[in-house]
C-alpha cells in the first residue's frame, strides 16, 4: 500500500501528509506551497492539499479511474520514467527557493 493508496476517498490532504509522501520536510513543503510550487489551498488559517492535484504532481489517476482506461498499465509503464523526472524537478524546484529565501531570525 503507498501512501497515496491511504488518502482514497478523500478530497484533500494535509500540508505534511503531502511532505512525507514526497520525501520532503514539512517546513520545506509550507515554503513551497507559498512560493506556488506545490498545490495548495488556504482555508481560513489553514492550508489543505488537493488529492487530485497531488496524484497529477506523482504521475498517478485516482483509484476509481484506473479501471476505467483501457491500456493505463501499459501506458504506466512508459511514464514511469517521466513521472520521477517531474518529481526531481519538482524537487530541486522546491530547493532553489529555499535557498532563495531570506534566513528568518528570532
Known sequence: MTALDELAGRNTCTVPEMAE????????????????TLPGIRVG??????????????????PDTDAATPGRAAAESDSTGQADVELISIVTRIVQAMRDQPAVTS
Do not use: F, N, T
Open 45 to 62: 488559517r489553514r492550508i489543505v492539499v488537493p488529492c487530485h492535484k497531488l496524484r497529477q504532481l506523482l504521475g498517478e489517476s485516482p
Open 21 to 36: 509522501m514526497l520525501g520532503i520536510g514539512r517546513d520545506a513543503a509550507y515554503a513551497a506551497v507559498a512560493a506556488g
